[in-house]
């Protein structure tokens, strides 16, 4: 096994905290690694260190969110989800599964002698001179051992804004109308991975001055803002949404975000912070805006309180971006035209037949897809909405009542997005169905 050891090399704990790494691998060499006994490397030995850090620079090079370690009966099996679709990228020997695990719980500050729990922990990278991610990371104890899962968190860019996010014109009027109340509720719904938080953080850091107090009660924190007071949940000590908002009431902030409304307790709070003269900011795991409204009242929330206080919900998804390097035109079938009409009103489908798809090439790595994009749709609270509400009406009326006043659906905006090139119908109808 002197292949082996030429892989794993010093893995003391000195060598974390003293050792330069050298330079990392290249992604011929990584996938060497899995061939066993054939990797050679001349002159020099290969660090536990240098191999997690190479794994990680590459999936941050190849945009992945998160990273998955997943061992098998004889082996690892790596994973990167690229544009929320999980890619199979390396096969590894199982030997290096404990120094892998290992390693990434000293940088995470886990207890290394625990196997039987799971646990969750975090860490820096530093991938450039400019430039450190986050890493937050999941262990749990499998059949074939201790897993690995890694979300990559890249800090936002300063300038992102409602249009980077692909908001149309007129659902941003509508969000900064919202915002610009000095109360009420902004409330970002849909499932995990459709962008919620990043749609809440771009919102804060437009109202982040010095003129108010911004704190946030999160699970986890996924990016550090400066100027906001930031608050982790923590269970084990007590800090929970709920505890943890009623600390915050006594902290004179202006705007409030609530990582997530799970309870009823929690809603109960974040609906009385709301009306007593504060702008809260929060999510909640619905279909669309609509569903918002009811399961508010599934809370125990009174239709009259969520009538005064919620200013607007924002239903979304994230879908995959065509590849701009491939990019060709597309004349749907009669049968996929038959598919469309019936999830698309008519007046808004047109008869259009002609859309676009990626062909595949080296920049998207043939998968004719890169980057993501939003699909969104924003409910405002208007007085018939409200008068909806206290009459407890079920999301069916509410929705009918929104697209009477001009709402565009969450299917209309993606089919105007596809229209114009910027995503496939097909894999709206993947996201939309989900």
Request: glycine share 6%; proline share 3%.
């Amino acid at each position: 096994m002197d292949w082996f050891q030429k892989i794993i090399g010093k893995s003391k704990k000195s060598e974390a905290e003293n050792q330069e790494r050298g330079p990392l691998l290249s992604v011929e060499e990584l996938l060497n690694i899995g061939k066993g006994p054939a990797v050679s490397y001349p002159g020099q030995e290969l660090s536990i260190i240098r191999f997690v850090d190479s794994l990680l620079q590459h999936a941050y090079e190849s945009k992945a969110s998160d990273l998955h370690i997943d061992p098998q009966t004889d082996d690892i099996r790596v994973r990167m989800r690229i544009d929320g679709i999980l890619h199979d990228s390396f096969i590894f020997p199982k030997e290096l599964l404990s120094e892998i695990i290992t390693r990434l719980k000293v940088l995470s500050g886990l207890r290394t002698d625990e196997h039987q729990a799971a646990q969750d922990g975090r860490f820096k990278m530093k991938i450039s001179d400019e430039l450190q991610i986050d890493v937050r990371l999941s262990i749990a104890p499998t059949y074939y051992g201790e897993n690995a899962v890694m979300r990559i968190l890249v800090k936002q860019p300063e300038n992102f804004t409602l249009e980077a996010l692909a908001f149309s014109k007129e659902n941003q009027k509508k969000i900064t109308r919202a915002i610009k109340k000095p109360y009420g509720m902004i409330l970002a719904t849909g499932p995990t991975g459709s962008g919620k938080s990043t749609t809440l953080y771009t919102i804060l850091k437009s109202l982040n001055t010095t003129e108010v107090s911004i704190i946030t009660i999160e699970d986890p924190i996924e990016y550090s803002v400066d100027g906001i007071e930031q608050i982790q949940v923590n269970m084990r000590t007590g800090v929970t949404f709920a505890s943890g908002l009623r600390s915050i009431l006594r902290q004179d902030p202006n705007i409030i975000m609530v990582g997530e409304i799970r309870d009823e307790e929690t809603a109960a709070i974040a609906t009385n912070a709301a009306l007593t003269g504060h702008l809260l900011l929060s999510t909640l795991h619905t279909n669309d805006s609509v569903t918002t409204l009811p399961r508010l009242m599934d809370m125990k929330i009174e239709p009259f309180l969520i009538a005064s206080t919620v200013n607007v919900a924002i239903g979304q998804r994230l879908v995959r971006k065509i590849c701009d390097q491939c990019k060709a035109e597309q004349k749907i079938t009669d049968a996929e035209f038959k598919s469309l009409s019936e999830v698309i009103p008519a007046k808004v489908l047109d008869n259009r037949r002609q859309f676009y798809k990626g062909q595949g090439c080296a920049e998207c790595g043939d998968s004719g897809y890169k980057g993501r994009i939003g699909i969104q749709e924003v409910l405002e609270i208007t007085e018939p909405i409200r008068q909806a509400v206290m009459r407890r009406s079920d999301a069916g009326e509410i929705l009918k009542i929104a697209i009477s006043e001009g709402m565009t659906t969450m299917m209309e905006d993606a089919f105007s997005k596809a229209a114009v090139g910027l995503t496939t119908m097909s894999e709206i109808l993947r996201v939309i169905h989900e």
